[in-house]
């Protein structure tokens, strides 16, 4: 399902696989054509990329080289609170989620897939 | 000589990421505890090189004592075939061991600690193998966890030996609040590999055309 989005929204995929990244923007543009997709390959590519172009939404993996991404996520929130922040994670152990909802973040489980796309885009702000 | 280009590098990364976040998951379930995992290493290197491979991931000093959990997995085809080690150094291992069965620590493996090391192999082992069984499209088996505790270049010598190219696919695990790292590898033969290299780029491939 295509979804309108609001006129510049733009979503941010951090993930240092790049086949990941790839996969992601490629099911996530389907949905939400009118997006901008910026990505980064680290957490504080992320950060550093986020301070430059802001995003509405940041889909950010877990397990990453450096920091990993609660604490990106933190960094990011630290310069826009107002930011969704979707962790998406292999590693769906009690601890993370835990440290996630701390985070107030929203946690999803690879593998990247259609429903969990779907998912995502309905986070994204939309027109109305 | 097989080379991997930097995407399918990244692709079978992505692949034990998968597979061993999903193991990771089952096995805190087992200890009670986070499961720490690092970021996944892939590199096709001469079997000959996993020693020191390992020796390097799980911080073995010269001469020091590793535990070796071994199971080989086989497609119902025939076509794939793996060996999974899930190595830890000993001390470590036996300290896990105490903490999951309620008692000092061992100063060897006993039967006991052979019989839970046993457990720990199968969920981590086969959870692992559940996820990378539906990227390879193939229905796996496997045998028993074999069990070992010995000098790490004695105990792997049956898996250095083979003389040719192998998968190295190490992922660490650190139980968070012990000092015990854990490396999991995948050693496939050629053969293997190249099913195996073909049917992980098919999934990342597919994925993206079917939708």
């Known amino acids: 399902m295509n979804t309108p989005t609001r006129p510049g929204t733009r979503l941010l995929v951090v993930d240092d696989s790049k086949v990941s990244r790839r996969l992601a923007i490629s099911l996530l543009s389907k949905r939400l054509p009118d997006a901008e997709f910026l990505e980064a390959g680290d957490g504080e590519a992320a950060v550093a990329v986020f301070q430059q172009t802001p995003a509405q939404v940041v889909v950010m993996d877990y397990n990453m080289p450096g920091i990993h991404g609660v604490e990106a996520a933190a960094r990011i929130r630290a310069l826009d609170p107002r930011v969704t922040v979707v962790l998406l994670t292999a590693n769906g152990q009690a601890a993370v989620r835990a440290r996630a909802e701390e985070a107030g973040l929203h946690m999803l489980c690879k593998p990247i897939s259609s429903t969990l796309a779907d998912q995502i885009a309905a986070l994204a702000p939309v027109l109305v | ?211």
């Not at chain 2, 998951?25 to 079997?47: C, D, G, K, Y």
């Not at chain 2, 199971?71 to 470590?92: H, P, V």
């Not at chain 2, 069984?133 to 796996?140: C, F, G, N, Q, W």
Request: charged share 20%.
């Open chain 2, 1 to 211: 000589m097989l080379e991997l280009d930097e995407d399918t590098r990244d692709a079978i990364a992505e692949t034990f990421n998968l597979a061993l976040g999903h193991a990771a998951l089952h096995f805190s379930e087992l200890v009670n505890e986070e499961v720490e995992l690092s970021v996944p290493q892939v590199a096709l290197i001469p079997a000959a090189e996993l020693l020191p491979r390992i020796a390097a991931a799980t911080g073995l000093q010269d001469g020091a004592r590793l535990v070796r959990m071994a199971q080989r997995f086989q497609s119902r085809q025939g076509d794939i075939q793996t060996q999974a080690l899930l190595l830890f150094a000993e001390r470590g291992c036996l300290d896990m061991l105490a903490r999951l069965l309620h008692q000092p620590a061992a100063p060897q493996l006993g039967e006991l600690e052979r019989d839970a090391l046993g457990e720990v192999a199968n969920v981590i082992l086969n959870s692992c193998m559940n996820r990378l069984a539906e990227v390879l499209d193939r229905s796996m088996t496997g045998s028993l966890p074999q069990i070992g505790a010995g000098h790490a270049a004695q105990l792997l010598a049956q898996d250095t030996a083979a003389g040719a190219q192998v998968l190295w696919a190490g992922v660490g695990m650190k139980l968070a609040d012990q000092q015990v790292q854990g490396q999991v590898v995948f050693v496939m033969d050629m053969d293997s590999l190249q099913l195996a290299i073909h049917q992980v780029r098919a999934y990342f491939g597919m994925v993206c055309e079917a939708l």
